[in-house]
């Protein structure tokens, strides 16, 4: 979900979007696919604060979750957008 690498049943694991830790769900519309790498990088991380930080795995979320809240796009959307613009404030 947040590297676009493709998965199979050995080395996909469920991701909590919003980690159990933080008030997250056991909810089918909470959990993504994802690799190791990918959800130990996450952790423990809220959603905009993960795709703050690594905006290519917001862009990917975005385009790949296809069974996640609307609500948790609509997040990812804008991290994404806010982080690619504080990348473009930096480099300018």
Do not use: I
């Not at 790949?64 to 473009?88: M, N, P, T």
């Amino acid at each position: 979900m947040y590297c676009a690498v493709r998965l199979d049943h050995r080395t996909a694991t469920l991701d909590h979007v919003v980690p159990l830790a933080r008030g997250g769900a056991y909810d089918p519309g909470n959990l993504v696919a994802a690799c190791g790498p990918c959800n130990r990088l996450k952790g423990e991380m809220l959603p905009f604060e993960f795709f703050a930080r690594h905006p290519w795995a917001g862009s990917n979320f975005v385009r790949y979750a296809r069974s996640v809240h609307r609500a948790l796009k609509r997040g990812a959307r804008r991290a994404v957008s806010l982080a690619f613009a504080r990348a473009d404030l930096m480099a300018a």
